[in-house]
């Protein structure tokens, strides 16, 4: 979206945790005192996506007192308080932490019983309570037909191996696949029948005794009769991504400020092309602007569009929605957006647009409606209303996102609301033959609404691609009934860190992109979108601070790692820009003022990407991550074909071992023949080079 996300607030609330298990939930109250009454308080965290409406809390006669009551799973969650909608407040009873964006929300800590006893390591006495697995959700996951991925929970430090047991068949050990600060998750990949039940259970070592976990859900001698967990593989569908998004480079537009191909639709306050941007002003780019450049996307390499808005608003950048059916006039017609996704379509490139589903704009017909008719709209429940008349004002009557009257909250849940909304997103796949959508503020909408909207796009099309927007971990939306892949922000925080910072050794780095690839089922992570930038950010060469050379390792990193890349537009040709709205200036095609040689470079890497499967599809292994030398190395293979990519992150030379049969195809900085003496190769210092082997 185009505001940052949580704000900070002054605490002035209380939380009271009072636990007690039933099937690994807990109960947790939520309790809120105000000197004042105020109209509506609910909670909002990462155990609801953050979402403003899920979780009302209840007041007292007064409205003073307000309480809440959930039933949570064991772990480490972040929350805030919203009061009437708009205000977010922290709790000054709890530990603050930072998001990892720069703003400080509410810690919450949920234990199972016993989880606190003294650890004992080889002592045999796994802590029973930590342990937790059940069939579906986070837990197991069918990533084919003839293959399922299983995942059980342990507290951390208690188990030293974990294996997957099947009646008549090998045990098959478990790798951990990632930490927090609680427990450990164990992950292993078994083949399934094609039909049928599948059974299965557990056997965690510590020490020199085994336990049994089973569907009892308690531990046990690893010598008892299993009660093997049983699962009807018919109940779980595949979780399939869009093949082709593996194979995918995209490039993001923001429509007003990329090209101006026909002035003729430009609104009469439109500035000058190069302007500096404001939250408000108009520079005249268009559908017709992208049309004349797609020589130059297609010789960047670029095969797939990501759009912004292009949907009829009021502001620039049309996250404020008016008619979700009609294209904005000042960008062109629904007639030349047809023309143009023909044009795509024929140089064998896809076009995603942007899914604004969590509110629209004022000039919505919808809200307007609303506004003339007050309690007797029929749209009265497409919105969440808490007095009339409705009124577009500074702290409204109505819940805006984050508070701005501007942008009302939907109702997605309403089933009038929910049906407009599913035949939008339908609309511009049949009829004008988009490859999917990308989730604006995703993480706040209501999953049960994502999961017919995969339903029915996925009926619309059964490729399509469904990205959402969340700045988190967003495991609770790729589980194969909603997303594909989310917009990768952690991905971007820790490349940022590593290569445009420096901030972090190759350890860290490594530990955080294993995590990162652990948490997400494989077909997802295949497709992630991994960005540098967007029109959200400031751009990488201002965090660069104009450094060339860090962006050129982070863009070779970007190109050669698993997922789906995406270029914001400029980023190619050096353009800077500060946080918004300075990170949306108009694209600069005068060549004198371009980085021909960053251009370069990019059109060299998607090019070596788009040659080579083994970079957009290949196993990934870590080969060094060495902190006394600042090297950070990985490996990626397939079908005898093998890619090895070095970085260098020091201020001195290093040699590194590269097979001599393995061909330095691209590197960040230049390279001397003489660097290489067979196997031992010379990297030169703050350097990233790419080997093949065909």
């Known amino acids: 979206m185009i505001l940052r996300r949580l704000r900070t607030v002054l605490p002035l609330l209380l939380l009271l945790s009072l636990p007690a298990q039933a099937q690994d939930l807990y109960r947790v109250t939520f309790a809120f005192r105000t000197e004042t009454a105020v109209q509506s308080v609910s909670v909002a965290g990462t155990f609801n996506q953050w979402n403003v409406t899920a979780n009302p809390l209840a007041p007292d006669a007064e409205r003073r007192a307000w309480s809440l009551t959930l039933r949570l799973p064991p772990g480490e969650y972040q929350y805030k308080f919203v009061v009437d909608g708009n205000r977010w407040q922290t709790d000054p009873a709890a530990p603050a932490v930072d998001d990892g964006h720069g703003n400080r929300n509410s810690l919450l800590r949920v234990l199972p019983r016993g989880y606190d006893r003294p650890a004992q390591t080889g002592d045999g006495q796994i802590t029973g309570a930590a342990v937790f697995h059940q069939p579906g959700a986070r837990y197991l996951v069918r990533s084919r037909s003839d293959q399922a991925i ?18 008549g068949a090998a045990a098959v050990a478990m790798q951990r696949a990632f930490e927090d600060t609680l427990f450990t998750y ?6 399934t029948p094609s039909s049928g039940i599948l059974r299965y259970a557990f056997k965690l070592r510590d020490g020199k005794r085994y336990r049994l976990y089973d569907s009892r859900k308690w531990l046990r001698e690893s010598g008892a009769r299993p009660d093997w967990f049983r699962l009807n593989l018919s109940d779980v569908a595949v979780f399939e991504t869009p093949d082709w998004a593996r194979d995918a480079v995209f490039y993001q537009i923001f429509p007003d400020r990329f090209a101006n191909g026909d002035p003729a639709n430009d609104p009469k306050e439109t500035e000058p092309w190069g302007s500096p941007p404001t939250y408000f002003n108009r520079m005249g780019g ?25 949907f009829q608003a009021r502001s620039n950048h049309r996250y404020d929605t008016t008619d979700y059916r009609k294209i904005e006039p000042e960008i062109g017609t629904n007639e030349e957006f047809r023309a143009l996704i023909e044009a795509v379509r024929r140089r064998g490139m896809r076009v995603v647009l942007d899914a604004v589903f969590n509110h629209t704009g004022v000039d919505f017909a919808g809200f307007k409606d609303l506004q003339k008719n007050g309690a007797n709209s029929a749209y009265v429940s497409w919105y969440f209303v808490r007095g009339f008349p409705v009124e577009v004002k500074e702290n409204p009557n109505y819940v805006g996102w984050y508070g701005s009257p501007w942008m009302p909250k939907l109702n997605v849940l309403n089933p009038a609301t929910r049906d407009y909304l599913l035949d939008v997103a339908t609309l511009w796949i049949r009829e004008y033959g988009i490859d999917g959508w990308r989730l604006d503020v995703g993480d706040e909408v209501d999953s049960a609404f994502w999961r017919l909207f995969r339903q029915r796009v996925r009926a619309a099309k059964p490729d399509a691609y469904i990205v959402g927007e969340t700045w988190r971990d967003a495991q609770a939306w790729l589980q194969g009934d909603q997303w594909d892949a989310a917009m990768n922000y952690p991905w971007r925080g820790a490349v940022l860190d ?5 901030t972090i050794p190759p350890a860290e780095f490594d530990r955080r992109l294993t995590r990162m690839r652990a948490e997400y089922p494989p077909q997802a992570y295949a497709v992630m979108f991994n960005m540098l930038g967007s029109h959200d950010t400031e751009r990488i060469m201002t965090l660069c601070k104009g450094d060339v050379s860090r962006v050129r390792r982070a863009v ?11 270029v914001y537009y400029g980023d190619e040709i050096g353009m800077e820009g500060g946080r918004d709205p300075d990170n949306r200036r108009a694209m600069i095609w005068d060549p004198a003022k371009q980085n021909a040689d960053l251009l370069a470079f990019h059109r060299l890497v998607i090019g070596l990407r788009r040659e080579h499967a083994v970079l957009r599809r290949g196993d990934f292994q870590t080969l060094m991550a060495d902190d006394s030398r600042r ?4 490996a990626r293979r397939l079908e005898g074909s093998e890619a090895r990519v070095y ?10 071992a590269v097979p001599p049969e393995m061909t330095l195809r691209a590197s960040t900085e230049p390279i001397e023949e003489s660097a290489r003496s067979g196997g031992v190769f010379r990297l030169p210092p703050k350097t990233g080079a790419l080997f093949l082997r065909p």
């Open 186 to 191: 164990w992950r292993a990949a078994i083949a």
């Open 631 to 634: 090297l950070f190395a990985f």
């Open 150 to 167: 299983l995942t059980i929970r342990t507290r951390r430090g208690d188990v030293e191996q974990a294996f997957v047991a099947r009646p």
């Open 498 to 502: 590593f290569f445009a910072l420096e």
């Open 286 to 310: 268009d559908l017709k602007g992208v049309a004349d450049r797609l020589d130059y996307l297609q010789s960047l390499g670029i095969n797939a569009l990501y759009f912004n808005p292009i």
């Open 647 to 656: 970085f260098n992150q020091s201020s001195l030379p290093q040699t590194i």
């Open 556 to 566: 070779l990193f970007q190109m050669t790692y698993p997922g789906a890349p995406c």
